[in-house]
């Protein structure tokens, strides 16, 4: 039996023992009453009665431990060439002293403040401080537009706002705070305060409302204040990271402190293989769950030094810049998505670029956020020669699902697999019914209930959503909305998503939510939004209208107030760039609307007549439609 076969059975033995086993290896300030307390949430509550604190454990412990002096976070920043490294006990010094100034900003254990910062030290430091007296952070992507965020503050309802003043895209500055302000002019809740870090590329204007950061810090240096660790609740959350649903109104998914410091610690030594000391990198971003895991709490947790990366993976310079992080840093693991290898092999087809650099402390590649293509996979490993290993998981769990756990010794890898379940998933392949099918046949895939520590407990002051969303389709399941199978080696394909949800570029989006913004267009009658396949990004979304009677204006002047109208309302991450204006959309008799066989179009896939369908004659018109547009037409059979 392999060391993982044997972990993943002691953990079905005693499930309980096995995580309250991996909890001594967090400094609580009170432990547990319960491992696990299923008497208030559906899901069950980890740890019940401890208290803790989750920047202690990610800073002062280490400090206190002997690894003061260890470097703790690198920034490296090619679009301002520019780059520091924070010892532990500096992060810990700069953490202590923002915590003060939100502490004098009048906020408490408890409240929220939203965090809208690019990949800068500053926005690590703020999730810290937060973390530090109890303040419940959420951070918001800096893709995301005004109305994304005046979305995100009326459901969190921040007490601040904490903000750069801009973030920088390749060719241009991007302003943040005109994008706080309409944020807020457009919210119900309106918040306190705005603390707001001026970055020399882009000044902000500043209003009653806004604090200047630096002039804050100065302050409360000079004065000596610095912010204890405040002991929270091991249930309390520790943030909210919103994610797309299946509307235009995001999931406010909660995580709490304790047993996501009990699973991220755990992950970091099992499933990554690194220790304490080791230089890790997670190529994301703070706005998505991987930067929260794996570039913040997860790597601090476990005492190694992380890696925060203001760039890209092409273009800040070339396609050699991770190459070049690799060997300035000896980094040992380095985790992204898919979508920037496909990228870098776009531009440097044969890898000449490796060859480049010195990558002798780099041992292993993580891939995860959207499918790992078997060619991408197998391009990673011809070129840089380590184990290059694909692993599944969601914002909803914050930690692998799946993975092959470097630190338990690695399974034969297979392409196009994340590989097997980890200690905490019962992962079950289940028909509509809910009857698990058998091997090699796709199915919804649902992990048996409770979840494990990490995982969410509810969504933010929305349990009858959560248990709407994630619980009632399988009556003692967690749904994860993905399809797929399992081999019969017990190995897991993740196919597809199971709803609207579409991944461009590793970064997850609602159609439902496109949809919305193009529907409220004065001359729009109907819409639909699809993903379409797409070499770099994976996907794409591709938008179709119907006007309204009447709307007489050209259809190529309505097509880019669309396209500029979801840029507007949801953000350049949507990579909304065509709508098609079309008669009429394909439908069945009761009135649904045909979106996968419309997909299946775009995408030149075999696909079949639809028995309900209404008018098939539709179908003929969407496909000379695309076809115009230089989208493959489908062969119907
Ligand atoms: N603030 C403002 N705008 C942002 C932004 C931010 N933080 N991040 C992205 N954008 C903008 C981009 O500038 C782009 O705008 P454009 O339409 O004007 O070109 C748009 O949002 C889409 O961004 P992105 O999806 O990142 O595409 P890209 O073409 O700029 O880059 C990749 C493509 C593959 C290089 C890029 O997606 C990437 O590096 N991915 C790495 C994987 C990753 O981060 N995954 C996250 C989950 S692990
Ligand atoms: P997010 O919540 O943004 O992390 O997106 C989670 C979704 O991304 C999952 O539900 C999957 O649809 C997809 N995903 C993430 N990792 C993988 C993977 N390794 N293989 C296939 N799909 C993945």
């Known amino acids: 039996m392999s060391e993982y076969h044997e972990t993943y059975e002691a953990w079905r033995r005693d499930p309980e023992g096995f ?39 990610c800073l002062d412990r280490h400090v206190d431990g002997g690894r003061g002096d260890q470097p703790a976070l690198i920034y490296d920043s090619p679009v301002t060439g520019s780059s520091k490294t924070y010892t532990y006990a500096e992060l810990r ?14 906020l408490s254990a408890g409240d929220r403040a939203i965090i809208y910062m690019p990949m800068i030290p ?43 003043s801009c973030g920088i ?52 240096r000079t004065s000596l204040r610095k912010a204890d660790c405040v002991s929270v609740k091991a249930t309390d959350p520790l943030y909210i990271l919103y994610t797309s649903g299946t509307t235009g109104q995001p999931k406010g998914v909660v995580r709490d402190n304790g047993g996501h410091m009990v699973a991220l ?54 396609a050699g810049a991770f190459w070049r992080m690799i060997s300035d840093y000896d980094v040992r693991v380095l985790f992204t998505a898919p979508t920037a290898f496909r990228a870098i092999k776009q531009q440097d087809p044969d ?38 290993i694909d692993h599944w998981w969601q914002t909803e769990t914050g930690w692998a699902i799946a993975a092959n756990p470097a630190g338990l010794g690695l399974l034969p890898v297979k392409h196009g697999s994340p590989t097997v379940p980890m200690p905490g998933y019962d992962v079950h392949v289940l028909d509509d019914a809910g009857h698990e099918v058998a091997s090699g046949e796709t199915g919804s895939i ?37 399809a797929g199978f399992r081999d019969e080696d017990g190995y897991l394909f993740i196919m597809a998503r199971t709803d609207d949800i579409i991944n461009v570029a590793g970064h997850r989006l609602s159609t439902g939510g496109m949809e919305e913004v193009l529907a409220a267009h004065k001359d729009v009658a109907e819409c639909a939004v699809i993903g379409v396949a797409d070499d ?65 179009i775009c995408d030149n896939e075999e696909w079949k007549m639809p028995a309900t369908i209404d008018d098939p004659a539709i179908l003929d018109e969407i496909t000379a439609a695309v076809t115009e547009r230089g989208y493959a037409s489908g062969r119907n059979q």
């Open 265 to 318: 610690n755990w992950s970091m030594k099992a499933v990554y293989g690194v220790d304490a000391g080791d230089v890790f990198w997670a190529a994301s971003d703070v706005g998505w769950v991987v930067g929260h895991s794996y570039i913040v709490y997860g790597p601090l947790l476990a005492g190694c030094t992380t890696v925060l990366y203001e760039g890209k993976p092409v273009g800040t310079p070339d």
């Open 536 to 600: 770099l990004k994976g996907q794409l979304p591709l938008g179709f209208v119907v006007l309204k009677a009447g709307a007489d204006r050209a259809a190529d002047e309505i097509e880019r107030e669309c396209v500029a109208l979801v840029r507007h309302e949801i953000g350049p991450v949507a990579a909304f760039k065509t709508v098609v204006v079309v008669k009429r959309l394909p439908k069945t008799r009761s009135g649904k609307i045909l979106r996968g066989t419309m997909s299946k």
């Open 122 to 164: 500053e926005a690590a430091m703020a999730m810290l401080a937060c973390a530090r007296i109890g303040v419940i952070h959420s951070v918001v992507f800096g893709g995301f537009a005004a109305h994304e965020l005046a979305t995100r503050i009326d459901d969190a309802k921040p007490k601040a706002i904490l903000l750069a």
């Open 19 to 57: 995580w309250a086993d991996q909890a001594k290896e967090i400094s609580w300030d009170k432990e547990w009453d319960t491992v696990l307390d299923t008497s208030t949430y559906p899901n069950g509550q980890w740890f019940a009665g401890a208290m803790c604190n989750t920047a202690y454990n």
């Open 446 to 482: 649902a992990v048996k209930l409770p979840l494990p520590p990490g995982c969410l407990p509810t969504l933010w002051e929305n349990d009858a959503r959560f248990r709407e969303a994630y619980l009632d389709e399988f009556p003692g399941y967690y749904k994860t909305a993905d």
């Open 169 to 220: 895209e390749p060719g241009r500055v991007v302003a943040y705070k005109p994008l706080v302000d309409e944020a807020i002019a457009q919210a119900g809740h309106k918040p306190d305060r705005c603390l707001v870090l001026q970055r020399e590329m882009e000044q902000a204007e500043m209003t009653a409302r806004d604090l200047d950061w630096a002039a804050c810090i100065d302050t409360a």
């Open 93 to 106: 010094d700069e953490v202590a002293t923002l915590a003060a100034v939100l502490e004098d900003m009048g």
């Open 351 to 388: 890898g000449d670029l490796v060859g480049k650099y010195d990558l002798s402390a780099f041992k292993m590649l993580f891939l995860a956020g959207e499918r790992a293509d078997p060619p991408t996979v197998q391009w990673a490993e011809d070129r840089l020669g380590v184990p290059v």
